[in-house]
């Protein structure tokens, strides 16, 4: 399966993967969090699993600053 990437401004390519059963700070139950990793091929964690497109709800979007590639809901 193929995970969705994301080519910033600066040319580095950022590929989107997803945790299940995380328990935040302050938050009553565990959830699913996504992040961005530099590396395509990385070994997956316990829960972990790639992200074939964007969810939906959610847009990608890059700092201005910095070039770091975050989601945000819609």
Same mark, same amino acid.
């Given at each position: 399966?193929?995970?969705?990437? *994301?080519?910033? $401004? !600066?040319?580095?390519?950022?590929? #989107?993967?997803?945790? +299940?059963? @995380?328990?935040?700070?302050?938050?009553?139950?565990?959830?699913?969090? *996504?992040?961005? $990793? !530099?590396?395509?091929?990385?070994? #997956?964690?316990?829960? +972990?699993? @790639?992200?074939?497109?964007?969810?939906?709800?959610?847009?990608?979007?890059?700092?201005?600053?910095?070039?770091?590639?975050?989601?945000?809901?819609?």
């Amino acid at each position: 399966m193929a995970t969705f990437s *994301y080519q910033n $401004s !600066k040319g580095v390519t950022y590929y #989107l993967y997803t945790k +299940e059963g @995380v328990q935040l700070r302050g938050a009553k139950a565990p959830r699913s969090i *996504y992040f961005f $990793s !530099k590396e395509a091929d990385r070994t #997956l964690g316990e829960g +972990e699993k @790639v992200v074939p497109e964007v969810p939906a709800g959610y847009k990608v979007e890059e700092s201005a600053r910095n070039g770091f590639v975050y989601l945000k809901k819609a």
